[in-house]
Structure formats: structure tokens, C-alpha cells
């Protein structure tokens, strides 16, 4: 699976968007980004995941650029119960490998 | 459906003690994953299974280590003999083999051997 950089950490104001980066420069074509939280003492919580085209669902949308080399998750109104580690995947939809392997996260900590 | 359920919630043991995780994943998913969690090496995937069969255990750190699965409903992490360095949370989480593969974590057992 493609390798992933996140910035460590982010800082964001309630009610205000939070524009979460992810770089995967070695994607390969058949490779999906996915985007899983982690809140505090929680298992994680998966948000979003795409191919290509921009997503969009009840939590986030995501969007990928068009050499789908980076992509940006995006939580339209933060709130506080958004502070998490924010972990970017990118792996094989197929394969036969089911692996989700995380890395280090970005913090994010939305402040009031 | 209750989510994926974890027990016990926190084990505190003393070094070489036997320890068992258990855990129960969501109705009707065919996967069952076993991870670990620790400040220094984050979180790694120790083991997998898919209708109840193990698929890949490159994670399981040694031999002190076993899962089994003896059936859907139902899957045990055992530790024997424990080590303080085994201290970490360790969590459940499973998944259908649909298209979205999206994995569903329970919410985990704080471990902590003495």
C-alpha cells in the first residue's frame, strides 16, 4: 500500500471548516484513499473514502486532486466533538489483502 | 446492532499471567481484525481472519501470542505468558467483504501488565 504524509497537527475555530491534507504521491490506479478518526480513548471511526471523484457524505467530503497524488478532508463545521487524530489510508480495493494500515495521524484540535 | 463488543473493557495483570481478549464482532460481517495500540508504535494490525479462518498473522508479534476464531460470532487474543511491555489497548474491529470495506472498532481493552 502507498505511504501517506500528514502534518502531525492542526488547529481549527469551532464552526469554522477544517482542511485536513494528505499527500500520497505513489498511489497506484487501483488504490482508494481513506480517511478513518480517532477520538480520544475511542476505537476509530471510518469517514470517507474515494477513487478519484470528489466525496461527500453526512461527516466530510473529501477531494482528491486530478493526479490524485494528494487529497483533502474537509469537516464543513467543526465542533468541539470533532477533536481527533484523523488518519489518511490509501490501499487496494481489491487483491485479496483487507490490511488498513494507519500512521501517525494528524491531531486536530478544534478550539471554541 | 450493538457494534462490535469488547470484554473486558480493562485487564490489569502481573507479569506471566495468561491473558485473554475477547470479542464479538457485528452480525453478518465476515472479517474480524485484531489490533494493538501503544504511544510509541501507534496502531499496528496483529492478526485477521475471514470466515473464521486466519488470514494474515505477520502481525503477531511471537509466540505468546494467539487468536482463534472458533466461530462468526465470536474471537479470543491470547497472551501467555504476559510481559509489562504487552501493556497497550487492544481492539477489535470487523467488516463485510463488500466494495466500502469499511471496518467497524469496537472500543477496545485497555491492558496493563505489572
Redesign the interface.
Known sequence: DAKTTQPPSMDCAEGRAANLPCNHSTISGNEYVYWYR?IH??????II?GLKNNETNEMASLIITEDRKSSTLILPHATLRDTAVY?CIVRA?QGG????????GTKLTVNP | DAGVIQSPRHEVTEMGQEVTLRCKPISGHDYLFWYRQTMMRGLELLIYFNNNVPIDDSGMPEDRFSAKMPNASFSTLKIQPSEPRDSAVYFCASSLSSGKNEQFFGPGTRLTVL
Open positions: 480517532q480513548s475511542q476505537g476509530p471511526q471510518y473514502h488518519y480495493l489483502s483487507e490490511k488498513l494500515v494507519f500512521g501517525k
